[in-house]
């Protein structure tokens, strides 16, 4: 499985940003998939994640209200709004597929990582 994370960029706080996650390889209609970030000198960290089924959703506190996940199983693609963005928010973006998603406990550990998109939120 391919991931190819697409639309980080530069913002000025307060705005918003899109990204994108096409997967390929294979279909991940039946499988979980999310969003990590690492900013620069900090550990990667979870950011959102989403079942099959788009059904449950899991976000992290810091971007709770901000930010929205979704997918479009037919196009094999996730795809993560970012708003009220905030100068924390800047990281390398990356998306991950497959795995385990636990919605209860707010974990997922994925099976797949794709590539990083850096998103850049000045202040």
């Known amino acids: 499985v391919q991931l190819q994370a697409f639309g980080g960029g530069l913002v000025q706080a307060g705005g918003s940003l899109s990204l994108s996650c096409a997967a390929s390889?294979?279909?991940?209609?039946?499988?979980?998939m999310g969003w990590f970030r690492q900013a620069p000198g900090k550990e990667r960290e979870f950011v959102a994640a989403?079942?099959?089924?788009?059904?449950?959703?899991s976000y992290a506190d810091s971007v709770k209200g901000r930010f929205t996940i979704s997918r479009d199983n037919a196009k094999n693609t996730m795809y993560l709004q970012m708003n009220s963005l905030k100068p924390e928010d800047t990281a390398v973006h990356y998306c991950?597929?497959?795995?385990?998603?636990?919605?209860?406990?707010?974990?997922?550990?994925?099976?797949?990582w794709g590539q990083g998109t850096l998103v850049t939120v000045s202040s």
């Open positions: 989403m079942n099959w089924s788009s059904s449950r959703t």
């Open positions: 390889g294979r279909t991940l209609r039946r499988s979980a």
């Open positions: 991950a597929a497959d795995g385990l998603l636990t919605v209860s406990k707010g974990t997922y550990v994925p099976r797949y």
